[in-house]
């Protein structure tokens, strides 16, 4: 029997706080804190990872991983080394494994000008101290972690600007040393695993097609270019948002220019046993970026207060 997995946390950033949110089976509205984490003084947060049980906070700032307790006290440190003064361009990311023991960090050193080619570290989540560092040959702006629901392996979408992305999948191996596989893609964005584990979603990055790959293989289960939904590929493009909705359904978001230069979005709906289009559904953004799908027919906007607003199927239904 498989062990149900771990809540999942959602944080936000605001006012100078790391704050966490629980999803509740029947919360929905706008959501309140679970716990408020409080970064040390001086700490810009660029990206953070709250553990299930809100006792710990890891989180990254432009020059080092940080982990502190709910209470504030420093657990561990880690610095990038040597210090970059450089401000823009590059933001280091972090993800706690699904079991909860360790920290991976993708590090940009590229565009932060520490010299050579960017890192994916791996830290021990109670010590910090780094078990295996893959250096990378890429150079990237920044990158999102992804972490598989049931092996626990962690997938990483590294973004190299016009120069397209690379994805990667890092998995402990029986030894327990991380294996690292490169998938065979420069032009390929990794948007969403599926909940159930058995295929991932990604977007060309000229933004001309989607296809849904089998994991761990990668291998294309169909692909979908823009003309599949009824658009004109000259004027419509596929964006790179977008995801699970529930594990047989998922979102492709298409967007465009009105005659008045005013950007639309539209989302589309896409049976992923059929690989076919299945309609539409509603979601009420200021950006494409901005809606997070939950995976269990359910999907976070923002609040004007900045807390997370959940929806549903039932208040929006497809079209």
């Given at each position: 029997?498989?062990?149900?997995?771990?809540?999942?946390?959602?944080?936000?950033?605001?006012?100078?706080?790391?704050?966490?949110?629980?999803?509740?089976?029947?919360?929905?509205?706008?959501?309140?804190?679970?716990?408020?984490?409080e970064p040390r003084v001086g700490d810009e947060v660029v990206e953070?990872?709250?553990?299930?049980?809100?006792?710990?906070?890891?989180?990254?700032?432009?020059?080092?991983?940080?982990?502190?307790?709910?209470?504030?006290?420093?657990?561990?440190?880690?610095?990038?080394?040597?210090?970059?003064?450089?401000?823009?361009?590059?933001?280091?990311?972090?993800?706690?494994?699904?079991?909860?023991?360790?920290?991976?960090?993708?590090?940009?050193?590229?565009?932060?000008?520490?010299?050579?080619?960017?890192?994916?570290?791996?830290?021990?989540?109670?010590?910090?101290?780094?078990?295996?560092?893959?250096?990378?040959?890429?150079?990237g702006h920044g990158a999102g972690h992804h972490v598989h629901p049931?092996?626990?392996?962690?997938?990483?979408?590294?973004?190299?600007?016009?120069?397209?992305?690379?994805?990667?999948?890092?998995?402990?191996?029986?030894?327990?040393?991380?294996?690292?596989?490169?998938?065979?893609?420069?032009?390929?964005?990794?948007?969403?695993?599926?909940?159930?584990?058995?295929?991932?979603?990604?977007?060309?990055?000229?933004?001309?097609?989607?296809?849904?790959?089998?994991?761990?293989?990668?291998?294309?289960?169909?692909?979908?270019?823009?003309?599949?939904?009824?658009y004109d590929p000259e004027e419509t493009f596929v964006e790179w948002?977008?995801?699970?909705?529930?594990?047989?359904?998922?979102?492709?978001?298409?967007?465009?220019?009105?005659?008045?230069?005013?950007?639309?979005?539209?989302?589309?709906?896409?049976?992923?046993?059929?690989?076919?289009?299945?309609?539409?559904?509603?979601?009420?953004?200021?950006?494409?970026?901005?809606?997070?799908?939950?995976?269990?027919?359910?999907?976070?906007?923002?609040?004007?207060?900045?807390?997370?607003?959940?929806?549903?199927?039932?208040?929006?239904?497809?079209?």
């Amino acid at each position: 029997m498989i062990p149900a997995p771990p809540p999942k946390v959602i944080t936000r950033h605001r006012d100078g706080q790391i704050r966490a949110y629980l999803k509740d089976r029947g919360a929905f509205g706008t959501l309140e804190p679970a716990a408020v984490f409080e970064p040390r003084v001086g700490d810009e947060v660029v990206e953070s990872a709250v553990r299930p049980d809100l006792e710990r906070v890891v989180y990254t700032t432009l020059n080092r991983v940080v982990c502190l307790t709910r209470a504030g006290d420093l657990v561990w440190a880690s610095d990038f080394e040597p210090h970059s003064d450089v401000r823009h361009g590059h933001r280091p990311g972090c993800a706690l494994s699904l079991d909860g023991r360790t920290v991976w960090v993708y590090r940009p050193d590229a565009m932060a000008g520490r010299g050579g080619e960017d890192q994916w570290v791996v830290h021990d989540a109670d010590s910090g101290v780094a078990l295996v560092r893959r250096e990378l040959e890429t150079v990237g702006h920044g990158a999102g972690h992804h972490v598989h629901p049931v092996d626990g392996s962690v997938y990483l979408d590294i973004g190299e600007g016009q120069d397209g992305a690379v994805i990667l999948r890092g998995i402990v191996g029986a030894g327990g040393e991380p294996e690292f596989v490169t998938y065979p893609w420069w032009d390929r964005c990794l948007i969403d695993l599926a909940p159930g584990g058995r295929q991932f979603m990604t977007v060309d990055h000229g933004q001309r097609d989607v296809a849904f790959h089998r994991h761990p293989s990668g291998d294309r289960l169909f692909t979908l270019s823009v003309e599949a939904f009824g658009y004109d590929p000259e004027e419509t493009f596929v964006e790179w948002s977008g995801g699970y909705l529930t594990p047989n359904t998922a979102v492709v978001t298409l967007g465009g220019e009105s005659q008045d230069e005013e950007e639309w979005y539209r989302y589309h709906l896409i049976d992923v046993r059929m690989g076919t289009v299945s309609g539409e559904i509603a979601v009420e953004v200021a950006s494409p970026y901005e809606l997070e799908l939950l995976g269990d027919g359910s999907w976070l906007t923002d609040g004007p207060d900045g807390h997370p607003v959940r929806w549903s199927l039932a208040q929006h239904p497809a079209g």
